[in-house]
């Protein structure tokens, strides 16, 4: 199996920045199409961010276009969200999740065979 495992995540001001990682084990993320999910109390999950391994392209939920960026350093095998002008509907678990095939249908979670156990972000305001 592969396991991912979250960290970064915490509490901070409306307007700050946080930066989210994801550490694989058991597999290189430079084989992996890598996803953030994130879902807030009472609220379904919700799709944030995706890389595409195979074409290096990235894509965006609209609610975080200019704000948040996925990137990756497979050196040292991790998967990075850098979150900025936080909002506080930001505020949820933040998920990461990975799958070895080249999906398509990136938004979806169930496109996604592993997923960590998810890293809470609070965004006061």
């Not at 084990?25 to 992996?32: E, M, T, Y």
């Not at 392209?57 to 936080?86: E, H, P």
């Not at 999740?97 to 169930?110: M, Q, V």
Request: proline share 2%; aromatic share 10%.
């Amino acid at each position: 199996q592969v396991q991912l495992v979250e960290s970064g995540g915490g509490l901070v001001q409306a307007g700050g920045s946080l930066r989210l990682s994801c550490a694989a084990s058991g597999r290189a993320f430079s084989r992996l199409t890598n996803g953030w999910f994130r879902q807030a109390p009472g609220k379904e999950r919700e799709f944030v961010a995706a890389d595409r391994w195979d074409v290096g392209t990235t894509y965006y939920v609209d609610s975080v276009k200019g704000r948040f960026t996925i990137s990756r350093d497979n050196a040292k095998n991790m998967v990075y969200l850098q979150m900025n002008n936080l909002k506080p509907e930001d505020t949820a678990v933040y998920l990461c999740a990975a799958d070895p095939t080249r999906i398509t249908a990136l938004t979806r979670e169930s496109s996604y065979a592993f997923w960590g156990q998810g890293t809470q972000v609070t965004v006061s305001s």
